[in-house]
C-alpha cells in the first residue's frame, strides 16, 4: 500500500470502532439496568483501592477488555452510586442516557462550535438551547447565555458579568449580598472575581431558611454609609441546605431600588419552573439580571452541564469580548452567537447537544411530568417523616428536598446532633437509600434531596423503611 495512505495505530478502521462501542455497550447498559441492585453507595476500601491504582505513563497499549473490567468490575463500584434511584443526597440528577449518545456523537464528530463560523448550524443548536432556558425563566427574547461545566462556573460568571456591569476598573470596593443558606460557590465565585472575602456580605436568614430581606437593607445601608459600593445580590431559587426559596419578588424590587445586579441561583431549583407549582415558588426569577440553572441537577444530565442565563445578552459580550488576529471574524448579527465572545471559553466540547438531544427526542413535556413527579415524593416524604415519632420536619418542601432531624424531647445541642449523625449512618448502612446532612443554625440535620429521574415512590418507601427502622435502633441505644 501506498505509504501516505496507510492508518497510524490511531486511527480505527471501521471494524474496530464498531467493536469498542459494542464491547463498551454491553458493559454500559448491564451497569446501567443494574443501578436499581447496586448499593446506594459503597467506598469501603475505595481509598486503597484508588492508591493502588497510581500508575506510570504507560509506553505500550493493553487489551479493550482489561481496561472494560478494571472500569466496570473494580473502580465503578467503588464509588457513590449517583446515577441510581436511591441517591438523594446532596443533589442528584440521575444521568439521562440519551445525553450519553449524545456525547458519543458530538466527541465522534469533533466540531467546533466556540466559534460560530466554525459549525454555524451546531452552534444554532446550542443557542435553540439557551434560548428554551431563557423561555422556561420568562426570560425576555434578548437574553441570552451560555452551558458552563456546572453551577459554580456559572456563578462565577455571574459575578464578573456583574462586576464589568456595575463597578469601575478599580473595584474593591463593591460589595455583593448572598444569604447564610447561599452555595458555597457565590463564595468562590467573589474570590475568584477578585473580590476580598469581607466584600461578600452574609444575610441572615428567616425560620424558613429565606434571606431576610430587612436585614439585608440595613446592610447595603450601612456599607453605604462606609463609602462601600453595593453592586451584587444573590436569591437562592432552591437552597442546597434544605431547598428553600427567597422572597425572589421582594428581592428583585430591593434590587431595582438600590440599583444592584440581580442574580437568582437556581442550580438546584430552577428548572422546576417547567412545571405550575415550581413557577409559582419561584415568582419573581424573571426579574433577576442573570440566573443560574444546572441541567446536571433539575434536567437530570450527567455531571458537567452548567448554564447561565443574562437577561441583557449585550453584558454577557461585553464581559468577554476580547479579540485576536488569528481568529475568524466574529458575528455581529443578533441572531448569530458566537460562544467565545460571551463566555470564558473559547475551544470546548459541544455540550449543547447533550441537552438537545433528550429535549427533542421526548419534549419539554416529559420533563416536567418528572420533575413534577419529584415535588410530589418529596412532599409524600415529608408528610411520612411527620408520622415517624420524635422526627422534626423543618420546613414543608418548597420544592423536592426535605430536611429533618431526630429531635427526642430533652435532647438539644451536641447530643441532638450525634444523635442524627448516627442516625445517619445507620439509614446509610442499609445501601437502599444514600442520604447526606447539613448544619444549619441550630444544629445538624438529615435531608433528602428527591431529583433523579430515576427515583418513584417504591424507592421513596424502602427510604421510609430504613429511615424508622434507623430510628429505632438509635432511639433504643
Ligand atoms: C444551589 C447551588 N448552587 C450552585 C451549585 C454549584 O453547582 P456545581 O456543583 O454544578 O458547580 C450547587 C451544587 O450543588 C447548588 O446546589
Not at 481496561?67 to 439521562?96: C, E, H, M, Q, R
Not at 437562592?236 to 428581592?251: I, R, Y
Not at 466540547?349 to 419529584?374: I, Q, S, Y
Request: with cysteine.
Amino acid at each position: 500500500m501506498d505509504a501516505r495512505e496507510l492508518r497510524s495505530e490511531l486511527e480505527l478502521p471501521p471494524e474496530r470502532m464498531r467493536a469498542l462501542v459494542d464491547r463498551a455497550m454491553d458493559r454500559i447498559v448491564r451497569h446501567v439496568e443494574s443501578l436499581p441492585q447496586q448499593p446506594a453507595a459503597d467506598v469501603e476500601g475505595a481509598a486503597e483501592l484508588a492508591r493502588s491504582l497510581a500508575e506510570p505513563l504507560p509506553e505500550d497499549g493493553a487489551p479493550f477488555e482489561e481496561l472494560l473490567a478494571l472500569l466496570f468490575d473494580t473502580a465503578v463500584p467503588k464509588s457513590f452510586n449517583t446515577a441510581g434511584p436511591g441517591y438523594l443526597a446532596y443533589i442528584p440528577g440521575g444521568g439521562l442516557f440519551h445525553a450519553a449518545v449524545a456525547d458519543l456523537i458530538a466527541d465522534a464528530v469533533n466540531r467546533y462550535v466556540g466559534v460560530w463560523l466554525a459549525a454555524p448550524a451546531l452552534a444554532q443548536l446550542e443557542a435553540n438551547v439557551v434560548r428554551w432556558f431563557g423561555r422556561i425563566v420568562g426570560y425576555p427574547e434578548a437574553a441570552r447565555g451560555i452551558l458552563t461545566t456546572g453551577g459554580s462556573l456559572a456563578n462565577f460568571t455571574a459575578v464578573v458579568t456583574a462586576r464589568r456591569e456595575r463597578l469601575p476598573e478599580d473595584f474593591l470596593g463593591g460589595t455583593l449580598y448572598v444569604s447564610d443558606q447561599a452555595h458555597h460557590s457565590l463564595q468562590k465565585a467573589a474570590m475568584l472575581a477578585g473580590f476580598p472575602p469581607a466584600n461578600v456580605r452574609v444575610v441572615p436568614s428567616d425560620e424558613a431558611f429565606r434571606i431576610r430581606v430587612d436585614a439585608l437593607r440595613r446592610l447595603i445601608a450601612e456599607d453605604r454609609d462606609t463609602g462601600m459600593r453595593p453592586f451584587f445580590v444573590n436569591g437562592n431559587a432552591g437552597t442546597t441546605n434544605t431547598g428553600a426559596v427567597d422572597d425572589l419578588v421582594a428581592l428583585a424590587d430591593l434590587a431595582r431600588e438600590e440599583g444592584l445586579w440581580y442574580h437568582v441561583d437556581g442550580a438546584y431549583g430552577g428548572f422546576f419552573a417547567l412545571t405550575e407549582r415550581g413557577r409559582e415558588a419561584l415568582t419573581g426569577i424573571e426579574r433577576s439580571d442573570s440566573v443560574t440553572l444546572d441541567p446536571h441537577k433539575s434536567l437530570f444530565l450527567p455531571y458537567g452541564t452548567g448554564s447561565l442565563l443574562v437577561r441583557d445578552g449585550g453584558a454577557l459580550r461585553r464581559a468577554h469580548s476580547v479579540r485576536a488576529d488569528y481568529l475568524p471574524p466574529m458575528q455581529e448579527a443578533d441572531d448569530l452567537v458566537d460562544f467565545c465572545e460571551i463566555s470564558p471559553e473559547l475551544s470546548r466540547d459541544f455540550r449543547g447537544l447533550r441537552v438537545w438531544l433528550p429535549f427533542k427526542m421526548h419534549g419539554a413535556t416529559a420533563f416536567r411530568r418528572a420533575l413534577d413527579e419529584k415535588l410530589d415524593l418529596a412532599r409524600w416524604a415529608a408528610r411520612e417523616l411527620r408520622k415517624v415519632p420524635g422526627i422534626e420536619v423543618l420546613a414543608e418542601p418548597a420544592l423536592s428536598l426535605v430536611a429533618f432531624r431526630l429531635s427526642p424531647p430533652g435532647v438539644g445541642g451536641e447530643r441532638r446532633d450525634e444523635l442524627n449523625r448516627r442516625l445517619l449512618s445507620r439509614i446509610n448502612a442499609r445501601r437502599r437509600v444514600f442520604l447526606t446532612g447539613t448544619l444549619l443554625a441550630d444544629g445538624y440535620v438529615l435531608r433528602i434531596c428527591v431529583l433523579s429521574f430515576r427515583t418513584h415512590l417504591g424507592r421513596m418507601e424502602q427510604a421510609l423503611e430504613d429511615i424508622r427502622a434507623a430510628v429505632g435502633e438509635v432511639s433504643a441505644g
